[in-house]
């Protein structure tokens, strides 16, 4: 048994957490609002600390679970950062959906700590973090990989490491381009179906049998057919995430058309007033232009 510390206990962090102390291993969590974290070890049991570095002295594992690129940044060489009391060789893993370019900061700042730096951005949204079936895309050194691989398996459907530093977050941005589109096409067959005067549920029970089937499609057409946006994924969210992956596209060559369009889409549904609901609500915006 490891012991570990988590940095970040949101929605994806708090039941990520859990699972590692239910293992067995040997839990210190922090949280910037310190009563989710008193909640977590109410919960769960383990420990807690005032800052990211009062909790990752002499930890062998430290991960992270934050909101963006300043949040990572701020935990990991902040005033009271991680990096300044992890011990040589631990392994400081990010869970956290961050920019690639900031990913390749944090591996040299940790490098220089003689730290080990694993991006490993996760998908399986809030139900895949309680079940603990989590795809967890990996980027960095290969034996840190493999120290730290049997710990992110106690919450993971799968877990890989792509290739080096970065490989990780450039995958998950793959995921975002994928699900932008499959979310925008689901949102539009619906609506036409409810145009057509179809009954929505039957439609997809036939054509999610088919070609047409999808995650997406099985986990969130009811929600979306009752007018339901409350189940997963925020709108903000995923507009920093999409952000990102056209930072990336721009850096790379790569045309990412409908990415851009959808990103566009999602602002509009901001504008109605939906940034906390979750991706799905792409229907709700055209729901609310005819």
């Not at 895949?128 to 980027?139: D, H, T």
């Not at 799968?158 to 490989?167: N, P, V």
């Amino acid at each position: 048994m490891a012991k570990l510390v988590f940095l970040g206990l949101g929605v994806m962090g708090a039941p990520m957490a859990g699972h590692l102390q239910k293992a067995g291993h040997e839990v210190t969590v922090y949280n910037r609002t310190e009563s989710k974290a008193q909640d977590w070890v109410n919960t769960y049991g383990g420990a807690m600390a005032k800052t990211p570095r009062d909790a990752a002295k002499d930890a062998d594992i430290v991960m992270a679970c934050v909101g963006n690129d300043d949040d990572l940044r701020s935990v990991c060489l902040g005033e009271d950062g991680a990096f300044g009391a992890m011990r040589a060789g631990a392994i400081f893993v990010d869970h956290t959906t961050v920019s690639a370019a900031v990913t390749r900061e944090l591996y040299g700042a940790a490098k220089d700590a003689e730290v080990s730096f694993i991006d490993a951005p996760i998908s399986g949204g809030q139900a895949g973090a309680e079940n603990g079936q989590l795809s967890i895309m990996c980027g960095g050194d290969a034996d840190a990989f493999d120290q730290a691989l049997p710990v992110m398996e106690v919450y993971a459907k799968i877990c890989r490491r792509i290739g080096e530093s970065g490989a990780g977050q450039m995958t998950k941005m793959c995921n975002q381009i994928a699900i932008a589109g499959l979310v925008q096409g689901l949102s539009e067959a619906l609506h036409f179906a409810e145009k057509a005067g179809l009954d929505g549920r039957a439609v997809v029970e036939v054509i999610s049998q088919g070609a047409a089937g999808s995650w997406q499609m099985e986990n969130r057409y009811e929600t979306m057919l009752d007018d339901e946006f409350d189940h997963g994924f925020a709108v903000d969210w995923m507009r920093k995430d999409l952000g990102i992956c056209l930072d990336a596209a721009d850096e790379t060559g790569a045309s990412l058309p409908v990415t851009a369009l959808v990103d566009q889409f999602y602002k509009d549904v901001q504008k109605l007033g939906g940034g906390r609901w979750d991706t799905s609500s792409l229907i709700k915006r055209l729901r609310a232009i005819g």
